[in-house]
């Protein structure tokens, strides 16, 4: 979690990984062969009133969080 100092929101940022890859035939159609996801949820007074998700391959990488906190600025419209 990451308090913003001065701020009643809090910046939830967690990762899953899938315990196995889907063996579902239609999973190569959509290249669906992810191995979890990143989410990022931003909380006021334990509600949630914000909240972004992308999969990835193989790793968290800094990219992917800094891409996310990107577009969660533009949606938010913080400068």
């Known amino acids: ?4 100092s001065k701020s009643p929101y809090t910046i ?3 990762s899953s990984k899938y315990p196995q890859h ?3 035939p239609l999973t190569p ?3 669906a062969s992810y191995d979890g996801y ?3 949820t931003v909380k006021k007074a334990f509600k949630k ?3 972004i998700q ?3 391959h193989n ?3 800094k990219e992917i969080i800094e891409d996310l906190f990107e577009i969660m600025k533009d949606d938010l419209k913080i400068k």
């Open 1 to 4: 979690d990451i308090k913003l």
């Open 12 to 14: 939830v940022v967690e």
């Open 22 to 24: 889907c063996n579902n």
């Open 29 to 31: 159609a959509y290249e």
């Open 38 to 40: 990143v989410r990022i």
């Open 49 to 51: 009133i914000y909240f």
């Open 54 to 56: 992308r999969d990835f």
């Open 59 to 61: 790793d968290v990488t």
